[in-house]
């Protein structure tokens, strides 16, 4: 699953895109797209019915669910196999905006829900590749399938980067050590 804002900067498409190769490796796999506003604007309205669209065009209609806006995120993203946090680097005027912190990655370390993530921005400092997540390269939905293929068929090594991921969230994050 993926959880944020509908931005096409979270990447969706890219979600979507691997999706479709997971899909193919595994056909009971399920896909959710979790979140929204409350009350969506034009942008957002607009760019929901475009992420539908390719979840059909791709032949995944019948197997993502798009949740909307949630206020027990963190229950619904517990139930998760794999959180993707596909966010893109993308060229704003004279500059690149990359993720920032990524507290959604924090929130699934804690749950103990394993994370592929973009290695942009914020997010290559919390994810330490193979240790306690995978980070992939932006906008490379191929990669991400293969990561998150990975981490599906190897429950040992899903395990230990849950495991680490926690001690890292306890370590780093957790309100005791902030």
Do not use: W
């Not at 931005?7 to 399920?30: E, T, W």
């Not at 993203?77 to 993720?99: C, F, H, T, W, Y």
């Amino acid at each position: 699953g993926i959880v944020g804002r509908l931005d096409p900067f979270k990447g969706h498409d890219v979600f979507l895109r691997s999706a479709a190769i997971v899909k193919n490796a595994l056909p009971q796999a399920k896909f959710f797209i979790i979140g929204g506003s409350l009350s969506p604007d034009n942008d957002e309205a607009a760019y929901l019915k475009q992420i539908k669209k390719l979840a059909c065009e791709l032949g995944l209609s019948r197997d993502v669910i798009f949740t909307g806006f949630r206020d027990d995120v963190l229950k619904v993203m517990a139930g998760l196999d794999v959180l993707v946090a596909p966010s893109r680097q993308i060229k704003r005027g004279s500059g690149v905006v990359n993720e920032g912190f990524g507290r959604i990655i924090l929130e699934a370390m804690s749950l103990g829900v394993p994370v592929v993530a973009s290695a942009s921005g914020g997010l290559k400092e919390i994810i330490d590749d193979k240790a306690n997540g995978l980070l992939v390269r932006p906008d490379d939905y191929t990669h991400t399938a293969e990561a998150v293929l990975f981490i599906l068929n190897n429950v040992q090594k899903r395990q230990e980067m849950v495991e680490e991921a926690k001690r890292k969230f306890e370590r780093c994050y957790s309100i005791k050590n902030l």
